[in-house]
């Protein structure tokens, strides 16, 4: 691990906020300052404090590298919706015009595809007078979507005809991916610009950041799901609810809803593997519970069980942005436990729910609107100091640059042996191992 911010060079410039903040030891980040990385020590063992094994910090510099009166930004947004996409797009906007005086702020439609000219996707002008209420809603004023990566130089062409400084780039793993190799295309050309990334996913599977923004709304808009499940099944003889949830690789969505709601009694992951059928499966545990309590509610990430869907790995199909695209698990249980307990001889009433896009086209709750309004301060100040191929991260509760191309070395996971993972099971009390044998 190298957590070394690239820089275009040093900050030579007066940064404008010097005439704003008074108390400079308080306001202004020193270069050297660490976060560490692990802050668990066991026995006498002292933390690793090596500046290249430890977070830079994020925020203002007393000295930046772009003069504001005369940098061009650009914003564009990559890859599915999300809540709070509007709120960092205008954390963007109004950081760079009224903390630094820059402004010329372009916003680039419909992802990386708006910065190839042939798809005549026209850039619109981003002025603070036309996004101070985006906040409020979901989705992306600047439309977005998958892909658009084919002809990486192209891209950077256009951002040079441009004569953008400050490329901001709010996406997931394939968005940041693109981003990095907008960086290093940029940087073999020896162009100045600067590619700040804000991380953008409800999976919340970015890896050395503590949360993506959009998480909190997604699985606090989940708990609405779960909540209306645990009605249902309640409401009927041998009743059982059945709800869906996003989380392609990583159950984050659904393991935090449980725990929110503790109305659930089986949650099933990717990170965990289990069998259906079988005296330790599933459906055998499954049967216990209505037997026992006669109503049951059962939360699976969309991307659980696609081992049991997808048998042969020669016939999957992926995305325009490089993603594999999933069979349908919830539909699968819903059929697959009627037949079950069909055969068992046993009457079951299974109400299935999939909010999927209820839940991402949200805007943000609260704190979430809090988490985007800071990361895009800070991926301002990112920008205007000249640092690049970074994304604005947050660990342990402080804002942080994390390298991208550390950022998406692995995907975020729930580990199975975590103290996160046992919590969720003691809520729901479903057995820590369902595989047989």
């Known amino acids: 691990m190298d957590f070394r911010i690239k820089k275009l060079g040093e900050g030579a410039v007066r940064s404008p906020l010097l005439n704003k903040y008074t108390f400079r030891e308080s306001s202004f980040i020193d270069d050297q300052k660490r976060i560490i990385y692990n802050p668990v020590v ?18 203002p510099r007393e000295k930046i590298y772009f003069n504001p009166a005369e940098t061009r930004s650009a914003i564009v947004t990559c890859g599915g919706l999300c809540p709070g996409i509007n709120a960092v797009i205008r954390a963007i906007v109004m950081a760079s015009h009224y903390l630094y005086g820059s402004k010329s702020i372009t916003g680039i439609r419909f992802g990386y595809s708006g910065l190839d000219p042939k798809n005549g996707f026209e850039p619109i002008e981003l002025l603070p007078e036309d996004i101070e209420d985006i906040h409020l809603e979901g989705g992306t004023i600047l439309g977005s979507s998958r892909g658009g990566t084919e002809d990486m130089e192209v891209l950077v062409d256009t951002l040079s005809r441009m004569r953008i400084n400050i490329l901001y780039t709010i996406g997931g793993d394939g968005t940041l991916r693109g981003a990095h190799a907008i960086a290093e295309i940029a940087a073999r050309r020896g162009m ?237 009390g479903q057995p820590v191992n369902m595989i047989n044998g």
């Open 192 to 428: 100045k610009l600067s590619v700040i990334g804000i991380p953008k996913t409800i999976d919340n599977d970015i890896s050395y950041i503590q949360r993506s923004f959009g998480f909190e709304t997604a699985f606090s808009q989940a708990v609405d799901s779960i909540y209306t499940a645990h009605v249902e099944a309640k409401g009927a003889p041998n009743g059982i609810g059945l709800v869906k949830l996003m989380g392609r690789h990583s159950g984050f969505i659904a393991a935090h809803a449980c725990l929110a709601m503790n109305d659930v009694n089986f949650v099933l992951l990717p990170e965990v593997p289990f069998d259906l059928d079988g005296p330790n499966g599933f459906l055998s545990h499954l049967k216990k519970r209505m037997l026992n309590r006669r109503h049951a509610v059962i939360v699976v990430a969309e991307g659980t069980g696609q081992d049991i869907l997808q048998k042969d790995a020669a016939l999957q199909k992926r995305d325009a942005s490089g993603n594999l695209l999933l069979e349908d698990i919830g539909v699968f249980l819903k059929k697959t436990i009627n037949e079950y307990f069909k055969k068992q001889g046993m009457e079951v009433n299974l109400k299935y729910i999939d909010p999927s896009y209820l839940i991402r086209s949200a805007p943000p709750v609260p704190n979430d609107s809090i988490f985007c309004a800071r990361l895009g301060q800070n991926a301002v100040h990112a920008g205007m100091s000249g640092r690049t191929d970074m994304i604005i991260g947050l660990w342990n509760n402080i804002y942080t640059h994390v390298p991208i191309e550390l950022a998406i070395s692995k995907r975020k996971k729930i580990d199975p042996a975590s103290r996160f993972w046992h919590d969720v099971m003691d809520a729901t």
């Open 42 to 59: 066991n026995g006498t063992a002292a933390p690793c404090i090596e500046p290249e094994k430890n977070f830079e910090e994020a925020g």
